[in-house]
């Protein structure tokens, strides 16, 4: 039986040994990492040992026999590695997927990716991430059987572990279409949220707005009432609820009465672009909560969303487990598209 070799193309440039093995022959981090740690694996002829070991396009690997055999995979175009960050073409926001473990499935709830550790999952607009504790307790366990269901519900079944449920680290609202990653244990969730609130976690969105707002960064303090019930702003830096937000807009295509934007979140709060893409006097097409001023009219929308207009386009972090730095990319929703197509019509 003769070894297995292949060369480093330009798709595993920069990945780690591990990543690569697990990716090309379907293992998982624990068979890769012990594939490479019980010196079965060589690169350029050379035993290497060290999982992290960065690989350069044209650099041969060679597995010993017998190692993986009946795994191999037999073309690996369709094994290639997940995206990694692409610039954003708002022109053509295409659908194509990013990387091999995408996986459509029911209620138009996506699997980009999944391991041991982590799910990441292109949400549909329209679905809820996860139950609030207050709802829970409200409706009780009874209850709760009659409520829509929500990602977090429906996840496990469609990942084939109905009986293991998933740990939200974070969320994005019902009608915002776009990437949230999961934890599947306890210790993962734990390095996620650590991430989320040291704020190294690439948070990016894509919003359709009624106008062109200001690039640049844009910080304010949050509350939950500005002053007319609604989320938003306050003008007093020491209120007892106050919490700093922090979020940096990119103008990607200049329409006058519209926009296309690229929000990169600095923080994290609840609504956080939509509120200040609201008060900047710019708020998203679709939106009907943050479209105003303080006890003001709405500002005009003659988008004809049916929605907010605001896509999770690219999440990005460190792996929980192995440390690894992972970054995956969506192209927006039909509904999104064809509305920035018409806009562009227009």
């Known amino acids: 039986m003769s070894s297995i ?13 591990a990543a690569v093995l697990k990716l090309r022959y379907g293992l998982s981090w624990a068979q890769a990492k012990r594939l490479i740690e019980r010196r079965h694996v060589k690169v350029s002829g050379q035993v290497e040992t060290d999982v992290a070991r960065r690989l350069k396009v044209g650099k041969r690997v060679e597995l010993a026999a017998g190692t993986i055999e009946g795994q191999k995979s037999e073309n690996p175009k369709a094994a290639s590695p997940p995206a990694r960050s692409k610039p954003v073409r708002p022109r053509s926001l295409d659908s194509k997927s990013p990387g091999p473990e995408r996986k459509p499935s029911m209620s138009g709830i996506e699997i980009v990716y999944s391991d ?9 607009a329209g679905l809820t991430t996860m139950r609030h504790k207050e709802e829970a307790a409200e409706f009780g366990e009874r209850g709760r059987k009659f409520l829509p269901k ?3 519900e429906l996840l496990p079944q469609l990942l084939g572990s109905p009986d293991r449920s998933l740990i939200a680290v974070h969320r994005i609202d019902k009608d915002t279409s776009g990437l949230v990653v999961f934890a599947r244990t306890g210790s993962a969730a734990d390095n996620l949220r650590k991430q989320f609130r040291k704020h190294t976690v690439d948070r990016r969105y894509l919003a359709l707005t009624r106008g062109v707002p200001p690039g640049g960064r844009l910080e304010s303090v949050f509350v939950r009432d500005r002053g007319d019930g609604r989320r938003g702003s306050t003008i007093d830096t020491n209120a007892p609820d106050g919490k700093k937000a922090v979020t940096h807009f990119k103008v990607l295509e200049n329409w006058q009465r519209f926009a296309l934007v690229e929000c990169r979140l600095e923080t994290g709060r609840t609504h956080q672009v939509r509120i200040h893409l609201g008060e900047a006097g710019t708020p998203l097409c679709g939106e009907s909560v943050y479209d105003r001023p303080v006890n003001g009219k709405p500002v005009p929308d003659t988008s004809r969303a049916e929605r907010p207009m605001l896509h999770a386009a690219k999440l990005g972090f460190n792996h929980p487990e192995h440390g690894e730095a992972m970054t995956w ?5 039909k509904d999104f598209v064809k509305l920035c197509e018409s806009i562009q019509r227009e």
Request: aromatic fraction near 4%; include cysteine.
């Open 5 to 17: 070799a292949f060369v480093v193309d330009r798709r595993e440039n920069g990945q780690t040994l």
């Open 329 to 333: 990319e969506v192209s927006p929703p």
């Open 150 to 152: 929500t990602l977090a």
């Open 116 to 124: 041991e550790c982590v799910v990441v999952v292109n949400k549909p």
